[in-house]
């Protein structure tokens, strides 16, 4: 994973590879901004978490069976 300091924005290193400079500060601020490598990078956990909370009233309560 690659990440621009400068404003954040992460690329993979397939789409990095072609690129001097992060292409978002190029376009907005016209700045030339190197790309810093990032090892072991993980998407943050936030996003999981609320993909896998449950909604609401969508719980039941299962009661076992003897």
């Given amino acids: 994973m690659f990440r621009c300091d400068n404003c954040g924005s992460g690329y993979s290193a ?16 016209k700045v030339q901004v190197p790309l810093t490598f990032e090892l072991g990078w993980q998407r943050p956990q936030g996003r999981v978490v609320d993909r896998l ?3 609401a009233g969508g719980s039941r309560e299962v009661t076992p069976t003897t």
């Fill in 14 to 29: 397939q789409a990095a590879s072609s690129w001097t400079a992060c292409p978002r500060c190029l376009a907005k601020e």
């Fill in 53 to 55: 909370a449950p909604q």
